[in-house]
Nanobody
Framework: QVQLVESGGGSVQAGGSLRLTCATF????????VAWFRQAPGKEREGVAT???????TYADSVRGRFTISRDNARNTLYLQMINLKPEDTAVYYC??????????????????WGQGTQVTVSS
């Protein structure tokens, strides 16, 4: 019965910014591992960033320094702040969560709960 709902996607020019939001239901963000993934057309889904129960974060090399994952534990909400967007960031972005509180890595096979995705399109 856990549900994750993403929002905040859209179209932006290269160099622009977006903030994605993931609202969670029947999931306690404060004690969970939460993450963002993305999938471009014709490509496999890839990990973007994770945040675990202790506040530790992990980023893919392609987004480090440009994307920031954060949590609002009181609202059970996850965010992804994206700046200096590039055309190669174009993808459907998904939030995800593990049953446990530690992420360990960005292997999508370890994430039990997924949102429906939100489209991010970055033009040149």
């Amino acid at each position: 019965q856990v549900q994750l709902v993403e929002s905040g996607g859209g179209s932006v020019q290269a160099g622009g910014s977006l903030r994605l939001t993931c609202a969670t239901f029947r999931y306690t963000v404060s004690v969970g591992c939460v993450a963002w993934f993305r999938q471009a057309p014709g490509k496999e889904r890839e990990g973007v960033a994770t945040s675990d129960i202790d506040g530790g974060t992990t980023y893919a090399d392609s987004v480090r320094g440009r994307f920031t994952i954060s949590r609002d534990n009181a609202r059970n909400t996850l965010y992804l702040q994206m700046i200096n967007l590039k055309p190669e960031d174009t993808a459907v972005y998904y939030c995800a969560a593990r049953i446990g509180g530690y992420c360990y890595n960005l292997d999508l096979r370890n994430f039990a709960y997924w949102g429906q995705g939100t489209q991010v399109t970055v033009s040149s």
